[in-house]
C-alpha cells in the first residue's frame, strides 16, 4: 500500500470529510418528514473495508458511537458493491427502532447512514410508547436485510404514514448513492492505494490525539452514579472509570437491573455515550474517527440496565438512559479533572399523532456551566445534537398550533456561572390524536459543580395537569400540551 504525506493526506481527509457531510445534506434536503429535514435528526458516516469508522458528519452523538457494530453486522453477510442493506434492530447495531441505518459498500470500503423515522409502526404512533414492556411493541424490527424494492414496499406496509416513510427512505438512499459517486471520483484522481493509506493514517491519527489528551488526565479509579426516573421507583446507574496512562476503562458494574419498561440500554448506545465524554474531556477538536474510541474499554453487566437483552424494550432507553449515563460519566470524571454542570439530562420527548399524521420532537433546555462560562440556554445537549421545528413548519404540515415558544427564565441554576435556561413550549393539538412524552429530571435536578446550585425541574403539563415523567394518552381537539424544560446546573458558589 502507497504511503501518503502529510499534504495528500489532509487532502484525501478533507474529501472524505466533505464527502460525509454532503451524504448529510443530500438527506436532509430530500426527505418528506420534519423530523429529518427541519430538524436533523439523522448521521452519516465512512468506513474502511476493515468496518472501521474513518470520518463522520458532525450529527447526533448517539447515532455515531453505535454505528460501527450495524457495519460489523452487515459485513457478516459479505455485501457487495452497489448492494443496500437496511437495519433497526437496536440488538444488531441500532440504537432503537425509529432509527433506520442503511449500509452500502464503496470501491473502498462502508457508507453509513442513520436517521429516525417518525413512524415504525408498534403500538402507538410515531412509535415512541411510553408503556412498552417488549421491543415488539415499539415497531417493525429489521434485522440486516438487503434492500430493494420489494423489501421497501413490505417496510412501508408496516409503518404509519407510508408515503412519508417511503420518502425519508428514499432521501437516505440518494445519499448513499452519492457517497459511492463521491469515493470513486476521489479514487479516480488519487488512486485507491493512496485513499487506502489516508484512510489509516486518518484512523490512527484520531487514536494518537485522544491519548494524548487521556494521558494528561490523572491515573486513578474514579466513580459516579446518576439515578432514573421510572413509572415506578428509581433505577441507578453506576459507573467506575479507570484511567491507566493513555487508556480508560469504564465498567457499570453495581447498575440496575434490566427495566421492566422501556429504558433499556443496548451496549452500542453505551459505548456511544461514553465516547462521548471521553472525547469532549481529552480532545474535543479531535477528527471525528473511530480511531478516536480505540483507548476506551466500556463494560457492563450482561444483563443490566445499559446492556440489554432481547426482547427487553429500549425506545427510552435511546433517548433518557443514554442522557443519564453521559451525566454520571461526566460525574466520575470529575474526580480527575474540571467537568461541567449537570445539563438538562433529558430530550423531553414528545410524540403526536394518528392515522394520518405522525410527529416528533425533542425539545431543548439548559446546559450546565463551565468553570469560565454560563451555560448556554435552549439548546439540547449531550447525546442529542438536533434542531427545533420551525413553528412555521410545524402548523404548515400538521394539525397543531404553537401557543408559547420561549425562553423558561431562571430556570438555570446560580453560581459564579449561570447554568442555562431550560424553555417553554405550548402545543394545542386540532384533532383528536395520541400523545406520548418520554422525559426526566422530573424529581432529580440537574446538579450544579463546585458550590454551583442546580437547575430547575422539568414539567410536562396537559390542560394545566402535571403528567409523570412518562406517559402516553389520547388527545382532544382544542387540547394544550406544555412543556417546560429543566434548566442546567451551575459552576462554582453564587456571587450574588
Known amino acids: ?10 487532502v484525501i481527509g478533507s474529501a472524505l470529510r466533505a464527502a460525509a457531510e454532503e451524504m448529510g445534506a443530500v438527506l436532509i434536503r430530500s426527505a418528506f418528514s420534519a423530523n429529518i429535514k427541519e430538524r436533523r435528526d439523522c448521521s452519516t458516516a465512512l468506513f474502511d473495508r476493515g468496518g472501521r469508522m474513518i470520518v463522520q458528519a458532525e450529527h447526533i452523538p448517539v447515532h455515531l458511537g453505535a454505528m460501527p457494530e450495524a457495519v460489523a453486522a452487515v459485513m457478516e453477510l459479505e455485501p457487495q458493491e452497489g448492494e443496500l442493506y437496511v437495519l433497526n434492530d437496536p440488538y444488531t447495531g441500532g440504537t432503537h427502532l425509529p432509527d433506520i441505518t442503511l449500509v452500502s459498500r464503496t470501491s473502498v470500503g462502508f457508507a ?14 410515531a412509535s415512541l410508547p411510553a408503556t412498552s414492556r417488549e421491543l415488539y411493541q415499539e415497531g417493525i424490527i429489521i434485522p440486516p436485510t438487503l434492500l430493494d424494492e420489494r423489501v421497501l414496499r413490505l417496510l412501508v406496509a408496516n409503518m404509519r404514514n407510508p408515503d412519508e416513510r417511503r420518502g425519508d427512505l428514499r432521501a437516505q ?6 457517497a459511492e459517486s463521491r469515493i470513486d471520483e476521489l479514487c479516480t484522481r488519487r488512486g485507491s492505494d493512496r485513499v487506502l493509506a489516508a484512510m489509516d493514517e486518518l484512523y490512527a491519527y484520531s487514536e494518537r490525539r485522544i491519548r494524548v489528551g487521556i494521558a494528561k488526565l490523572p491515573d486513578g479509579v474514579y466513580r459516579g452514579s446518576g439515578p432514573l426516573e421510572p413509572a415506578e421507583g428509581e433505577l441507578t ?97 470529575g474526580g480527575a479533572t474540571d467537568v461541567p454542570a449537570q445539563g438538562q439530562g433529558t430530550m423531553n420527548n414528545t410524540t403526536l399523532g394518528n392515522a394520518n399524521f405522525t410527529y416528533y420532537e425533542t425539545i431543548a433546555g439548559g446546559q450546565g456551566a463551565s468553570p469560565n462560562v454560563d451555560g448556554p440556554s435552549g439548546v439540547h445537549v449531550t447525546m442529542s445534537n438536533t434542531l427545533n421545528t420551525p413553528i412555521e413548519a410545524l402548523e404548515m404540515a400538521y394539525p397543531m398550533r404553537i401557543e408559547r415558544y420561549r425562553l423558561r427564565e431562571g430556570s438555570g441554576g446560580k453560581g459564579t456561572h449561570r447554568g442555562g435556561d431550560g ?31 442546580a437547575g430547575a425541574l422539568g414539567r410536562t403539563l396537559l390542560n394545566g395537569e402535571e403528567l409523570p415523567p412518562k406517559a402516553t394518552l389520547q388527545l382532544s381537539p382544542g387540547d394544550l400540551i406544555r ?3 429543566p434548566g442546567g446546573g451551575g459552576w462554582g458558589p453564587p456571587t450574588d
Not at 446538579?447 to 454551583?452: I, T, Y
Request: proline share 7%; glycine share 8%.
Open 1 to 10: 500500500m502507497s504511503d501518503v504525506i502529510d499534504v495528500e493526506l489532509q
Open 112 to 125: 453509513v447512514s442513520r436517521a429516525h423515522h417518525a413512524d415504525v409502526g408498534g403500538m402507538e404512533p
Open 173 to 178: 438512499i440518494a445519499s448513499h448513492r452519492l
Open 237 to 333: 446507574i453506576e459507573v467506575t472509570v479507570t484511567i491507566d496512562g493513555d487508556s480508560v476503562d469504564i465498567d457499570f458494574e453495581g447498575t440496575s437491573a434490566p427495566h421492566a419498561g422501556n429504558l433499556n440500554c443496548p451496549l452500542a448506545v453505551t459505548r456511544s455515550a461514553c465516547f462521548f465524554v471521553v472525547r469532549c474531556l481529552a480532545d474535543p477538536d479531535v477528527p471525528a474517527s473511530g480511531g478516536a474510541f480505540a483507548p476506551v474499554t466500556v463494560r457492563a453487566p450482561s444483563p443490566c440496565l445499559v446492556n440489554a437483552r432481547p426482547p427487553s424494550a429500549v425506545v427510552a432507553g435511546n433517548t433518557e438512559t443514554s442522557s443519564r449515563i453521559t451525566d454520571a460519566v461526566f460525574a466520575a470524571f
Open 423 to 453: 424553555v417553554i413550549r405550548e402545543i394545542q393539538v386540532l384533532e383528536a390524536c395520541r400523545l406520548s412524552v418520554l422525559g426526566e429530571r422530573r424529581r432529580n435536578r440537574p446538579q450544579g459543580m463546585a458550590g454551583g446550585e
Open 483 to 485: 412543556v417546560e424544560t
